[in-house]
Nanobody
Protein backbone atom coordinates (compact mmCIF):
# COMPACT_ATOMS: atom_id res chain seq x y z
CA UNK A 1 0.00 0.00 0.00
CA UNK A 2 1.24 3.47 -0.92
CA UNK A 3 0.15 6.53 1.04
CA UNK A 4 1.06 9.89 -0.51
CA UNK A 5 1.45 12.82 1.89
CA UNK A 6 1.27 16.36 0.50
CA UNK A 7 2.72 19.53 1.96
CA UNK A 8 3.34 23.13 0.93
CA UNK A 9 -0.10 24.59 0.35
CA UNK A 10 -1.25 27.93 1.68
CA UNK A 11 -2.41 31.45 0.91
CA UNK A 12 -0.46 33.43 -1.68
CA UNK A 13 -0.98 36.66 -3.60
CA UNK A 14 -1.55 36.65 -7.36
CA UNK A 15 1.71 36.55 -9.30
CA UNK A 16 3.64 34.90 -6.51
CA UNK A 17 4.99 31.35 -6.27
CA UNK A 18 4.36 28.26 -4.20
CA UNK A 19 5.95 24.82 -4.12
CA UNK A 20 4.08 21.63 -3.28
CA UNK A 21 5.71 18.38 -2.23
CA UNK A 22 4.37 14.86 -2.06
CA UNK A 23 6.20 11.95 -0.48
CA UNK A 24 5.00 8.41 -1.05
CA UNK A 25 5.77 5.72 1.49
CA UNK A 26 6.29 2.44 -0.26
CA UNK A 27 6.84 -1.17 0.67
CA UNK A 28 7.11 -3.94 -1.87
CA UNK A 29 5.80 -1.82 -4.74
CA UNK A 30 7.09 -0.29 -7.94
CA UNK A 31 6.02 3.32 -8.45
CA UNK A 32 5.20 4.01 -12.10
CA UNK A 33 3.99 7.58 -12.12
CA UNK A 34 3.25 10.45 -9.77
CA UNK A 35 1.24 13.55 -10.35
CA UNK A 36 -0.96 16.38 -9.23
CA UNK A 37 -4.66 17.00 -9.69
CA UNK A 38 -6.78 19.82 -8.32
CA UNK A 39 -10.40 20.42 -7.48
CA UNK A 40 -11.95 23.86 -7.15
CA UNK A 41 -15.28 24.40 -5.35
CA UNK A 42 -18.17 23.23 -7.50
CA UNK A 43 -15.89 21.75 -10.15
CA UNK A 44 -14.62 18.31 -11.04
CA UNK A 45 -11.14 17.16 -10.17
CA UNK A 46 -8.78 17.93 -13.04
CA UNK A 47 -5.28 16.98 -14.10
CA UNK A 48 -2.52 19.49 -13.36
CA UNK A 49 0.65 17.57 -14.20
CA UNK A 50 2.07 14.06 -14.17
CA UNK A 51 5.54 12.55 -14.41
CA UNK A 52 6.48 8.93 -15.03
CA UNK A 53 9.39 7.02 -13.54
CA UNK A 54 11.27 7.52 -16.82
CA UNK A 55 10.68 11.28 -16.73
CA UNK A 56 7.86 11.71 -19.25
CA UNK A 57 5.81 14.78 -18.30
CA UNK A 58 2.29 15.93 -19.09
CA UNK A 59 0.78 19.31 -18.20
CA UNK A 60 -2.70 20.74 -18.37
CA UNK A 61 -2.85 23.55 -20.91
CA UNK A 62 -3.91 25.99 -18.20
CA UNK A 63 -0.61 25.61 -16.30
CA UNK A 64 1.90 25.19 -19.12
CA UNK A 65 4.73 27.69 -18.82
CA UNK A 66 3.84 28.50 -15.20
CA UNK A 67 4.03 25.19 -13.32
CA UNK A 68 6.91 22.71 -13.26
CA UNK A 69 6.67 19.14 -12.03
CA UNK A 70 9.77 17.26 -10.94
CA UNK A 71 10.54 14.02 -9.17
CA UNK A 72 13.20 12.56 -6.91
CA UNK A 73 12.99 8.81 -7.49
CA UNK A 74 15.42 8.06 -4.66
CA UNK A 75 12.99 9.68 -2.22
CA UNK A 76 9.74 8.73 -3.98
CA UNK A 77 8.88 12.41 -3.85
CA UNK A 78 7.23 14.61 -6.47
CA UNK A 79 7.27 18.41 -6.49
CA UNK A 80 5.09 21.02 -8.14
CA UNK A 81 6.66 24.45 -8.54
CA UNK A 82 3.87 26.93 -9.20
CA UNK A 83 4.85 30.35 -10.51
CA UNK A 84 2.77 33.34 -11.64
CA UNK A 85 -0.18 32.07 -9.66
CA UNK A 86 -3.67 33.25 -10.58
CA UNK A 87 -6.91 33.38 -8.66
CA UNK A 88 -8.22 30.59 -10.86
CA UNK A 89 -5.48 28.30 -9.54
CA UNK A 90 -7.27 28.28 -6.19
CA UNK A 91 -8.19 24.68 -5.38
CA UNK A 92 -7.41 21.68 -3.25
CA UNK A 93 -4.39 20.01 -4.81
CA UNK A 94 -4.17 16.23 -4.64
CA UNK A 95 -1.11 14.08 -5.18
CA UNK A 96 -1.58 10.73 -6.87
CA UNK A 97 0.70 7.74 -7.19
CA UNK A 98 0.34 4.93 -9.73
CA UNK A 99 2.08 1.72 -8.70
CA UNK A 100 2.24 -2.03 -9.06
CA UNK A 101 3.12 -4.70 -6.56
CA UNK A 102 6.42 -6.38 -7.33
CA UNK A 103 6.09 -8.92 -10.17
CA UNK A 104 2.48 -7.89 -10.77
CA UNK A 105 1.03 -5.99 -13.74
CA UNK A 106 -2.12 -4.36 -12.36
CA UNK A 107 -1.63 -0.64 -11.77
CA UNK A 108 -3.08 0.73 -8.56
CA UNK A 109 -3.70 4.40 -7.78
CA UNK A 110 -3.50 6.08 -4.39
CA UNK A 111 -4.46 9.64 -3.50
CA UNK A 112 -3.16 11.99 -0.87
CA UNK A 113 -5.48 13.84 1.50
CA UNK A 114 -5.10 17.10 -0.42
CA UNK A 115 -3.60 20.49 0.37
CA UNK A 116 -5.39 23.81 -0.05
CA UNK A 117 -3.91 26.45 -2.33
CA UNK A 118 -5.58 29.85 -2.21
CA UNK A 119 -4.51 32.68 -4.51
CA UNK A 120 -5.92 35.97 -3.33
CA UNK A 121 -4.89 39.53 -2.69
Amino acid sequence: QVQPVESGGGLVQPGRSLRLSCAASESGVSIKAMGWYRQAPGKQRELVATITSSGSINYADSVKGRFTISRDNSKNTVYLQMNSLKAEDTAVYYCNVDYTFVNMDYVHRSWGQGTQVTVSS
